[in-house]
């Protein structure tokens, strides 16, 4: 499902990844952890189409990222769900409106956009917070309101760069909660993170950059 061979990025001629190969198998739950400036943020990049690597191939839901044309990527990114640690969520939106947006933009009928809204806020418990703004939320709820915002297009691949840094040990628990439901549902996770806590004694493979470069894999 995610499969990177080979793959190297550099901004200025300073190397950021160096010749990372991997793989995420269809369905799986996994991780990707290092220091700061390991690398971590700009594979998310490259695997989200943000940007593309300078040599090797990057294939993510059955397509050869590095060789879709502008047209298609739009296509593509329909297939991934992505949760930032910053939220990018729309402050002048309510929350309702936020998660509803990615079906009014593919053109879903409000009867369809109002049920799959409700049944997403209904999955990260926040029900009864549709109508409020995201500013007047927590920061577990607003990153709560992010993961609805990301599973509503039903995508195949869900890419969560550091969701629990600016949360709480609880709020963290109830967010790997989610994920963990997510995964259960099909659908493939990504998770790049600092914290240790998240991945200990679960059983998922590990992922370890370090200076660009790929260090090794743990189970």
Do not use: C, W
């Not at 690597?53 to 990222?65: E, F």
């Not at 409000?110 to 007047?136: C, F, G, I, Q, W």
């Not at 990504?190 to 470069?213: C, M, P, Q, S, Y």
């Amino acid at each position: 499902m995610i499969e990177l061979e080979n793959v190297s990025k550099a901004y200025d001629g300073q190397e950021a990844l160096s010749n990372i190969s991997l793989r995420v198998e269809r369905g799986e739950m996994a991780f990707i952890t290092g220091p700061s400036g390991a690398g971590k943020s700009t594979l998310f990049k490259l695997l989200y189409l943000a940007e593309k690597p300078d040599n090797g191939t990057i294939t993510i839901a059955g397509h050869n990222a590095a060789r879709l044309n502008s047209t298609s990527i739009p296509l593509l990114r329909r297939n991934i769900g992505v949760v930032f640690q910053d939220f990018k969520l729309l402050n002048n939106k309510t929350v309702y409106d936020n998660i509803a947006l990615t079906l009014r933009i593919r053109g879903y009928v409000e009867k369809d956009v109002k049920e799959r809204v409700h049944s997403v806020l209904k999955m990260v418990s926040l029900r009864h917070k549709a109508d409020n703004y995201p500013l007047t939320l927590s920061g577990g709820e607003q990153q709560r309101v992010t993961i609805a915002r990301s599973i509503i297009g039903e995508p195949t691949v869900m890419l969560a760069d550091e969701p629990t840094g600016n949360l709480d040990e609880e709020n963290e628990k109830e967010i790997m909660k989610i994920f963990k439901q997510i995964n259960t549902k099909g659908t493939t996770v990504l998770i790049a993170t600092h914290n240790r806590a998240l991945f200990e004694n679960t059983a998922r493979r590990v992922f370890f950059l370090d200076g660009g470069k790929l260090k090794g894999e743990e189970q």
